[in-house]
């Protein structure tokens, strides 16, 4: 007699095995020299007194590097500070061999920001959250 599947939340510890049998079925199907080419490259911008006032937080994915958060203290916007975390990202992509930057964003952070640095819009997401657009960008970097 053969036990029904049973789903429950995952623990860290299956999601992590989750998402590996992904990335080893998807490996499988990309060029062989960038199979295994997937770390996370995380910034830190800090004040001179050693408080962390902005970051970015990304993943080199194969050929792309893909940014999920870039933060910058209220306090310290409109000082470059973004654009130096996104320059930095960029040019570490470009080291690794990346041929793209991929990133989102609401309608209510930084579209604007994105479009200045060269970040074309390639999707939209109306209503997401209600009342406002979640944009996805990307930016050819080679």
Same mark, same amino acid.
């Given at each position: 007699m053969t036990l029904e599947p049973q789903m429950s939340r995952s623990s860290k510890d299956e999601a992590r095995f989750v998402r590996?049998?992904?990335i080893e079925f998807? *490996?499988?199907h990309v060029p062989a020299d960038i199979q295994t080419q997937y770390e996370e490259i995380?910034?830190?911008l800090k004040s001179g007194e050693g408080q962390v006032i902005g970051g970015l937080l990304s993943v080199l994915c194969w050929n792309w590097v893909e940014?999920?958060?870039l933060w910058v203290d209220?306090?310290?916007r409109g000082k470059g500070y973004g654009s130096q975390l996104l320059d930095e990202i960029e040019q570490? *992509?470009?080291d690794k061999?990346?041929?793209?930057i991929q990133l989102n964003t609401f309608s209510f952070q930084a579209p604007e920001f994105y479009?200045?640095?060269g970040y074309e819009v390639v999707g939209v997401i109306e209503e997401a959250p209600r009342g406002f657009k979640h944009y996805y960008y990307k930016k050819n970097i080679y």
């Open positions: 590996n049998k992904l998807n *490996a499988k995380n910034l830190t940014v999920d958060i209220q306090v310290h570490m *992509a470009r061999g990346c041929n793209f479009e200045k640095h």
